[in-house]
């Protein structure tokens, strides 16, 4: 006579090891650390008070934390007819350098790829321009706008 084996409406087969997990259980990297949820929380901030700041200033939100297959722009804001992608950094001390210095070419690129697949997806319906602007905000000065900071890159095919 078989046996009955439980009812799992569609899901993965239980297992049969009474000491193996019936469900695989989150990894240790996918659960962040205290210091990682301090450093999201305090670059949202960051992003909260560049946003802010630009917005005295005269730009239009569009998006915050725009996600991509190959990163993340932190701001996207509208200055007339140009799209403003806005790298935002912070540093609580320059004694490991100012955060402008935390900008290096590969993470310029990534920016510029994301920023170029946005722009393929819905930015060149709105905008007639695209510039590149930098945020930089350290410890609680008032934040640093550096405007065109850098030019588009064009991946070559």
């Not at 912070?90 to 697949?117: M, N, V, W, Y």
Request: proline share 8%.
């Amino acid at each position: 006579m078989r046996s009955k084996s439980p009812k799992n409406n569609g899901q993965a087969p239980l297992s049969r090891i009474p000491w193996a997990p019936a469900k695989p259980t989150p990894s240790a990297e996918s659960v962040p650390s205290a210091r990682q949820r301090h450093i999201r929380h305090s670059g949202q901030e960051a992003e909260a008070r560049a946003q802010t700041f630009l917005q005295h200033h005269g730009l239009a939100p569009i998006a915050r934390n725009y996600r991509c297959k190959c990163g993340e722009l932190d701001l996207l804001m509208a200055d007339g007819d140009t799209a403003v992608v806005v790298e935002v950094r912070k540093r609580r001390s320059s004694s490991h350098g100012h955060p402008l210095e935390t900008i290096d070419p590969f993470k310029r690129q990534r920016i510029s790829l994301c920023a170029q697949l946005w722009w393929i997806r819905q930015g060149q319906r709105q905008f007639k321009h695209l510039r590149f602007d930098v945020v930089s905000i350290l410890n609680e000065t008032e934040p640093q706008w550096i405007q065109n900071a850098w030019l588009l890159t064009l991946c070559k095919p």
